[in-house]
């Protein structure tokens, strides 16, 4: 019956998406009801209520956005697209994940990050792959194979991340041709995408790059190097002109943020034809790491106002990993919503996180999620009640600390060795800082600090 069900519920879907390409102005609010109809059991009920209080209003940012993605977007790439996000991704297997969850009491991803190959032909600023060079890769069998326990697990939504991932386009274009039922997003610099990659993505239909930009042409090509900023641009023209869905992936820092948390920025990514932007903070990993780009408390503080302004005014999805930590209980990290895999197979809590006591090739995705290093994420959760401060290194130097020596997890790092307690201790002095702005915004929001 269950088979039954979902199969019914799966035309229902397919049905009202063919039925939106008609008319969707008119059509929106129809499938908004199909979709209260379908959640019986409230899975989803408040990101349905914050559906319809969005999208009720034509001159909402929401209401434009949702429309472009119909007059920005090639319909057969948008179709596929939302049938493997709404049904898969979403509907049928978060389901699953729910039933893993329950049945073996661990956390179950709901992506997988995962890195092809260490390569990647940019050197940037304070970024770990840079220093890894092309030595290790993951095989297409075994990036194949993740992919399809993930499925058993209700996993449909994988990141390429590295190195530069399109160092391997072939294999990661083969891999949306073979598991065509998956989202796949990629992490990238851009530099690789050319004509030729992008009637690949036309023809495969599930892959949608996330285009790693610092800024204007000034600030990236200082962390990036010269001339990185017009071949992104240059990817950027290409994707739209061939109505490829894209979105730009922001990590600020000292140097940059208030260039990245601008409205000027935030409209010129918009015009190039961004549809999303997910901001990151910078994270001295490794012992080539810099510490000086850690952003400061009042910058962190401005992104978090900035990143809110714009999502109530702007038609372009935004999320900031951090300082969103309020909206999904903290860290999301340690397979409670993700994971990372790297090149070398071994299977990372983040992919700021580089400590693992499990290798994909030694042990099986669910088995890792049940390893100690993945259990002590998971019994630890939140790692504090300020959703503000999420990360058990960046917020709380010494939560992490704790669970590797427990754990005898180990440093991943493959060029040299990054102990907890000097990773740990790159965090303190910034984490004491935003310490006290993050619990003043805390009760600002109206929450109650608890130390």
Known sequence: MAKIKDSLQAMAVKAALNYLDKNPAESIPNLLGLIDRLDVSNTWIKARTGAHKALD?????????????????????????????LLN???????????????????VPWAILMDPTSACNLHCTGCWAAEYGNRLN????????????????????????????????????????????????????????????????????????AISVEGFEEATDDRRGHGTYQSVVRAMDILKRKKLPFGIS??????????????????????????????????????????????????????????????????????????????????????????HINANGDV??????????????????????????????????????????????????GRLTKIVHETGAKSTDLENPDPIEDFSGRCEERSKEWKVTADRLWKESGHTVEE
């Open 89 to 107: 991704a979403v509907l049928f297997g978060w389901k699953r994940q729910d039933e893993v969850r329950e049945k073996y009491h661990c956390n």
């Open 250 to 339: 922001c990590c600020y820092t000292s140097a940059n943020a208030e260039v990245i948390g601008s409205e000027a920025y935030f409209d010129d990514m918009i015009a190039k034809g961004a549809k999303f932007a997910w901001f990151f903070t910078y994270m001295p990993c490794g012992q080539a790491a810099v510490p000086e780009l850690l952003a400061k408390p009042e910058q962190r503080e401005f992104m978090y106002h900035q990143v809110r302004k714009f999502r109530s005014t702007k038609p372009i999805f935004t999320m900031d990993f951090w300082n969103d930590g309020e909206y999904v209980n903290g860290c999301i990290a340690g397979g409670r919503r993700y994971l």
């Open 57 to 85: 209003s034509q001159d909402s940012n929401w209401y434009q956005l949702l429309m472009s993605l119909w007059t920005d977007i090639d319909p057969d790439v948008r179709k596929k697209l939302f049938e493997n996000f």
């Open 138 to 209: 993951l095989t297409y069998d075994e990036l194949s194979n993740i992919v399809d326990q993930a499925n058993e697990l209700g996993t449909y939504m994988f990141l390429f991340t590295g190195g530069e991932p399109l160092v391997r386009k072939k294999d990661v274009i083969r891999l949306c041709e073979e598991h065509n039922d998956c989202v796949f997003m990629s992490f990238t610099n851009a530099t690789l995408i050319d004509e030729a990659f992008a009637d690949e993505m036309l023809r495969v239909k599930n892959f949608v790059p």
């Open 348 to 397: 990372e809590p983040c992919a700021f996180i580089h400590y693992s006591d499990t290798n994909i090739r030694e042990y099986t995705l669910l088995d890792a999620l049940r390893r100690p290093l993945f259990m002590g994420y998971h019994d630890n959760q939140p790692f504090n009640k300020n959703h503000l401060r999420p990360c058990p290194v960046l917020d709380n130097p």
